[in-house]
């Protein structure tokens, strides 16, 4: 039987112990035909170096801090060898199972690019809060050709993903001009335009959830739509959507866009205004806005 060989990529930044944690959860894999390949975005001092050196099969790199994971992740892409790449945070976790299982998936249906599954979240400590994140009746993408409904639900989880590298090599690297926010959802949603989604209804990975993951600016946060109108324009001009589809996608990034409106309404108005002006003059949407606004 093939065992094809899996790149896992971990960007990682001051976070020595978070990243024995996440070592420790490969280490214990079902599955070991893998090369993990540790991105060190400028951390001060060695202590990382020394970690991977304790571990076998870690290529530890060290790169210029970037202040963002796109660039440790595409570092890490540009060195893969595997037939299947696996991107995991510093401070997140996979089950024993979770590469053995969507192999296997990905090895029987070759018509699917990436297999995902939903995704548990765990705290600083690493308990669970019995949330889980992806699970179905959640807002979330799932299974087969997504293209149409990615754009208005963001809940594919970075862990949770097992992804051909030939899919990578087509739709290219993580997007390092984007702010700290979303860069991971313009990726998946550049490859929901070129392959289908495999949805695994499973658990297999942990995501922490802390006080660093969610303090992103407002700004930033609203910028995605601006970067997300660029990948749904490139794809009209290629011809890989119709006007139709063209009107559609932009409105679930604005219908999107209006879910986050309480903290920020004004701004989040506005910049749905630049992103798709036309979209105010449907009804169906103003509606949407007001109700949006008087819950606020």
């Known amino acids: 039987m093939e065992t094809p060989l899996v790149s896992v990529i971990i960007p990682t930044y001051n976070r020595p112990s978070l990243l024995k944690e996440t070592l420790e959860s490969i280490s ?4 070991q035909t893998v090369e993990v390949i540790v991105v060190d975005d400028g951390t001060s001092g060695n202590e990382n170096e020394q970690l991977c050196a304790s571990y076998p099969k870690i290529l530890y790199t060290k790169i210029e801090n970037s202040g963002g994971p796109s660039k440790p992740r595409n570092t890490g892409i540009k060195l893969a060898k595997g037939k299947y790449i696996a991107f995991v945070d510093d401070d997140d976790l996979w089950l024993p199972k979770k590469l053995e ?12 690019g990436l297999v995902h599954t939903p995704c548990k979240v765990i705290d600083l400590e690493g308990n669970e809060t019995g949330v889980v994140v992806g699970k179905p009746g959640s807002p979330d993408v799932k299974h ?17 993903v097992l992804i051909r590298k030939s899919i990578v090599d087509t739709v290219g690297f993580f997007n390092e001009k984007m702010p700290q926010a979303g860069e991971d959802v313009e990726f998946w949603t550049r490859c929901s335009f070129y392959t289908l989604f495999y949805y695994l209804n499973e658990p297999l990975a942990l995501y ?3 006080y660093s993951n969610s303090r992103v600016l407002v700004k930033e946060y609203l910028e995605l739509p601006r970067y997300l109108k660029k990948v749904i324009d490139k794809m009209f001009t290629e011809g890989n959507i119709d006007s139709g589809e063209r009107k559609q996608l932009l409105d679930n990034v604005v219908r999107q866009q209006l879910k986050g409106i309480s903290s920020r309404k004004w701004k989040t108005i506005i910049y749905t205004f630049k992103l798709n002006p036309f979209w105010f003059l449907n ?9 949006r606004l008087s819950s606020s």
């Open 283 to 291: 009804f169906g949407n103003i509606k949407l806005l007001l109700k």
């Open 101 to 112: 299982k969507q192999i296997a998936i990905l090895e029987a249906h070759p018509d699917y």
């Open 144 to 160: 087969g050709d997504v293209k149409m409904r990615m754009m208005g639900n963001w809940t594919l989880m970075m862990p949770t």
């Open 208 to 210: 922490r959830d802390h």
């Open 28 to 31: 214990a894999q079902s599955y």
